[in-house]
Structure formats: structure tokens, C-alpha cells
């Protein structure tokens, strides 16, 4: 079945550090690709969306790029904040609408 | 515009007990979703509604739950009987058709369930 694998945290980083979480898929179409973020008590919220190949998701300094050759939607940003800390869910909506999460990693930022 | 409401926010029950998560979409949304997250599994789908009506539920762990939506502003997720195992933050989520937005999902804040 379709699936999304995301690397394992916990991440550390200083702040200002760049940022990488890698994320790929597998589905069979193609599915649309999603980025959220959840902050400490609360629910998932969107941070950032591709619908088509090639597509750059952008939002609050993170990008990810739809890339069908490699299947993957990696998470990036150039400079993080201490406030960035969350843990951070790759997904995919399919073709029958299904949405699939990744595990999820939680990011920490250092000052 | 509110967003999705779930109640209750926590419960603490015992094993064995009748356990009843609400949820409330948001208006116009014609997608419901439920999942479950812990920290061995992370967010798990469990079942999703299409106006109203039940199109996957193949991440049900078993018959001990249930899920219903009787109309397109209501979605309950019992669980009878409960079991520690269970414990968990249950997401609802809704969202509207992909062929009109990119679909993405709203989250309800979670119901926090602990059953001893």
C-alpha cells in the first residue's frame, strides 16, 4: 500500500543551522505532498503543500520540492529558530483520498 | 471561522469502560478523518468519511471500535470495551474535496485518552 518514510529524529540543531528532513513515498499516480507541523500540546497544522512534479511548497522560510524521479519531498530550511522546535509529518493524499502520515520527527533548536 | 471541535480534550478511564470521542468538522468539509498518534506508532489513519459515508477502515485495530457520522456536522469514535493499550491522542480532521482545494487537512486540538 502507499506509504510515507520520513528520517528518524530527535534532530538537534543550533540556531541558524540548515535544516534537511528527508521524506519520501511510495503511491501509485500521482499523490499530492504535504508538510505539517505540530507544536507541543496541540494539533497538525499545514506548513507547506505540492500538488504536481517539480512543484515548490514554500511557507515561513521552509521549502520542499516534488521530486517523482526520486519519489521524495524533502523538508528544507536555510537559517532555523529556536521557535522552528516541533515535530515536523511528511504525507500524502492519494488517488482514493486517503491521507497518510509519516512517523514524524521532532526538530529541537538550541540557542 | 471555528475549526474542528473535539471533545472531550482528556478522559481518563478504566479498563473495560465505554469510551466516546467527539467530533464536529468544519462547515463545508466534506472529508472526515480520525487518527490516532502515540509514540511507537506516531499518526495513524483509522478510518475516513466521504459525505458522511465510511470509505476506509482498514486502520480500525479492531471491532472493539466503531465510528460513525450521522450527519455532515457529527462524527463519533467509540471504543467498547477499553484497554490500556489503547491510551492515546485521537485526531479529528477534516478537509474539503481535493478537485476544489489542494486538500489538506484541518486538525481538531485531540482527545487525550488514558485508560488505566
Known amino acids: 500500500g502507499d506509504s510515507v518514510t520520513q528520517m528518524e529524529g530527535p534532530v538537534t540543531l543550533s540556531e541558524e543551522a540548515f535544516l534537511t528532513i528527508n521524506c519520501t513515498y511510495t503511491?501509485?499516480?500521482?499523490?499530492?505532498l504535504f508538510w505539517y507541523v505540530q507544536y507541543p500540546g496541540e494539533g497538525l497544522q499545514l506548513l507547506l503543500k505540492?500538488?504536481?512534479?517539480?512543484d515548490k511548497g514554500s511557507n515561513k522560510g521552509f521549502e520542499a520540492t516534488y521530486r517523482k524521479e526520486t519519489t521524495s519531498f524533502h523538508l528544507e530550511k536555510g537559517s532555523v529558530q529556536v521557535s522552528d522546535s516541533a515535530v515536523y509529518f511528511c504525507?500524502?493524499?492519494?488517488?482514493?483520498?486517503?491521507?497518510?502520515f509519516g512517523k514524524g520527527t521532532r526538530l529541537h533548536i538550541l540557542p | 471561522d471555528a475549526g474542528v471541535i473535539q471533545s472531550p480534550r482528556h478522559e481518563v478511564t478504566e479498563m473495560g469502560q465505554e469510551v466516546t470521542l467527539r467530533c464536529k468538522p468544519i462547515?463545508?468539509?466534506?472529508?472526515l478523518f480520525w487518527y490516532r498518534q502515540t509514540m511507537m506508532r506516531g499518526l495513524e489513519l483509522l478510518i475516513y468519511?466521504?459525505?458522511?459515508?465510511?470509505?476506509?477502515d482498514s486502520g480500525m485495530p479492531e471491532d472493539r471500535f466503531s465510528a460513525k457520522m450521522p450527519n455532515a456536522s457529527f462524527s463519533t469514535l467509540k471504543i467498547q470495551p477499553s484497554e490500556p493499550r489503547d491510551s492515546a491522542v485521537y485526531f479529528c480532521?477534516?478537509?474539503?474535496?481535493?478537485?476544489?482545494?489542494?486538500?489538506?487537512?484541518?486538525f481538531g486540538e485531540g482527545s487525550r485518552l488514558t485508560v488505566l
Open positions: 468519511f466521504n459525505n458522511n459515508v465510511p470509505i476506509d
Open positions: 504525507a500524502l493524499r492519494n488517488r482514493d483520498d486517503k491521507i497518510i
Open positions: 480532521a477534516s478537509s474539503s474535496s481535493p478537485g476544489v482545494t489542494t486538500g489538506e487537512l484541518f
Open positions: 462547515s463545508g468539509h466534506d472529508y
Open positions: 505540492a500538488t504536481k512534479a517539480d
Open positions: 503511491a501509485t499516480g500521482y499523490p499530492s
